[in-house]
């Protein structure tokens, strides 16, 4: 990360910034829905059965069967230009409700090279060092899963069923494409707009002992060190300083005790 103002403001309060996936720099990153590839008419009644819960749960077990087998008799959902729409709506749908939801993204890697210069201003920035079974105990923690193609309908009604309509948008929130795999990447994942404190508010307290180290990146320099420095003193935990080196004889990143 930077060493700027929000950085230093972040370090002070023990505060994250949970951001859009809008903002994302990836554009398949958040903003891409399911492939009906390999789906089946059982998939669709699933699906159907659990429309039917949320729209109309008045209706009984064997009206809402029947609802959906007369749908299924149909097969319009079978149509090519059906599954087009259908994919036009939840993407949207997706888009909306993904934009609402903020995001803190940590990799397990923090000798790489590519994200020392894409993510620190080519290395001049720091890698900070969280706990994480502390931060999983105060927010969701998901690993990202790294895939070549789009996350199936097959998987996505399955999700839908175990885990609700509302908390099935997390199964996009985590999966991009193979080329990132490289980051090791893990997501904290909130929802501002249902904060009851501060409704909208997307900068979170974390517990102040879940920051545990400080990686200099191999150009930060003296100044931006001692703001850090700076910013961490008053804390009462011990927070350790690291330091990331060239290496000598690869193209590798070593990391070492400061």
């Known amino acids: 990360?930077?060493?700027?103002?929000?950085?230093?403001?972040?370090?002070?309060?023990?505060?994250?910034?949970?951001?859009?996936?809008?903002?994302?720099?990836?554009?398949?990153?958040?903003k891409n829905i399911f492939t009906f590839e390999g789906s089946n008419d059982n998939d669709f009644r699933l699906f159907f059965r659990e429309q039917l819960k949320h729209q109309q749960p008045k209706l009984s077990p064997k009206e809402r069967m029947e609802s959906v087998e007369a749908v299924i008799k149909k097969g319009i959902h079978r149509k090519k230009e059906t599954q087009i729409e259908q994919l036009k709506r939840w993407k949207n749908i997706l888009e909306e409700e993904s934009h609402k939801i903020g995001v803190v993204c940590f990799s397990q890697k923090p000798n790489d090279i590519l994200m020392w210069s894409h993510y620190s201003n080519k290395h001049s920035g720091i890698c900070l060092e969280f706990d994480k079974e502390i931060l999983e105990s105060r927010f969701f923690c998901g690993r990202v899963q790294y895939s070549q193609q789009y996350p199936t309908f097959k998987k996505f009604v399955s999700e839908l069923i175990h885990i609700g309509q509302e908390s099935v948008y997390k199964?996009?929130?985590?999966?991009?494409?193979?080329?990132?795999?490289?980051?090791?990447?893990?997501?904290?994942?909130?929802?501002?707009?249902s904060r009851k404190d501060l409704p909208g508010e997307r900068k979170y307290k974390y517990p102040e002992e879940a920051l545990i180290g400080v990686i200099w990146g191999c150009q930060t320099s003296e100044e931006d060190k001692e703001k850090i420095r700076d910013a961490l003193k008053p804390k009462t935990h011990k927070i350790t300083y690291y330091l990331a080196k060239k290496s000598e004889s690869a193209y590798a990143v070593k990391i070492e005790k400061a």
């Open 1 to 30: 990360m930077l060493v700027d103002d929000r950085t230093i403001e972040g370090l002070k309060k023990n505060e994250f910034y949970f951001t859009s996936p809008k903002a994302f720099n990836d554009p398949f990153d958040c």
């Open 171 to 193: 199964m996009f929130l985590l999966t991009k494409s193979k080329h990132w795999k490289y980051e090791k990447e893990f997501r904290l994942i909130e929802d501002p707009s």
